[in-house]
Nanobody, 123 residues
Framework: QVQLVESGGGLVQAGGSLRLSCAAS????????MGWFRQAPGKVREFVAA????????YYAESVKGRFTISRDNAKNTMYLQMNSLKPEDTAVYYC????????????????WGQGTQVTVSS
């Protein structure tokens, strides 16, 4: 099993920045691809970013490309999402997820999930 705990959400004005963290424990962290997803009220969960086990390969949704940066520190068993130039449409609950094998954008392919952290961007 892998346990994931997100932190770092909050309220920020449009144009501001936040950094989300996802602390992992349990099974070998280095063997899992990880990702960030988000879900706004009344909407489906959507892919934000993913990173492979080494951190050498990343992938982003078009809506966040150039503004968000995903990274991981395997020594600390932690993944991050640096969010810059935030927009009101970025408002959502953000979830981190982990899976065995290669990274993917499909949320149904992830085995482990955190409880989520709220990000609210005011205009």
């Amino acid at each position: 099993q892998v346990q994931l705990v997100e932190s770092g959400g909050g309220l920020v004005q449009a144009g501001g920045s936040l950094r989300l963290s996802c602390a992992a424990s349990g099974r070998t962290f280095r063997m899992n691809a990880m990702g960030w997803f988000r879900q706004a009220p009344g909407k489906v969960r959507e892919f934000v970013a993913a990173i492979n086990w080494s951190g050498g390969s990343t992938y982003y949704a078009e809506s966040v490309k150039g503004r968000f940066t995903i990274s991981r520190d395997n020594a600390k068993n932690t993944m991050y999402l640096q969010m810059n130039s935030l927009k009101p449409e970025d408002t959502a609950v953000y979830y981190c997820a982990a899976r065995q094998g290669v990274m993917t954008t499909r949320h149904t392919s992830y085995d482990y999930w955190g409880q989520g952290t709220q990000v609210t961007v005011s205009s």
